[in-house]
C-alpha cells in the first residue's frame, strides 16, 4: 500500500486506451527479475496480442510493461491475472523446494579443498 511518501505500487501512465485495452503500466521498486518474469507469465495468456517490458534508468527502481490486448479486451485484468498465476507458481515452488527437503530429495555435493 502507497503511504504519503510511497508512489503507488503499481500505475497506469499516460497514454493507455480509455477501455485499457492497451496500456503502460509503471510498477514501481522493481527490475528485470519481475519484468520478465511478468512479461513470461502475460504472454502465456493467448488473449495478450503485445506484450513488453522496459527499465527506463538503471538508477531508478521502477519497470514499465506495455501490454495490448485482443478484441478490446482489459490489459489491467490480464495483468491482475499474471500476477496473481505468478504468485501461485511461486507459491507451487516454494512447496516442493520445502518438500524435496523435508524428504532429503535433493542432490548433495561435497566441495573437496
Known sequence: MATADAPPKIRIMKG???D?????YQV???SHTMGNALRWMLMKNPKVEFCGYSVP???EPNI???IQM???LSSLQALIKALDDLDNLCDSI???YIESLQNDDYE???EKS
Open 57 to 59: 534508468h538503471p538508477s
Open 64 to 66: 514499465q510493461i506495455r
Open 94 to 96: 516454494h512447496e516442493a
Open 70 to 72: 485482443y478484441d478490446k
Open 108 to 110: 548433495k555435493w561435497d
Open 28 to 30: 514501481h521498486d522493481e
Open 16 to 18: 493507455a486506451a480509455s
Open 20 to 24: 485499457l485495452s492497451a496500456a503502460t
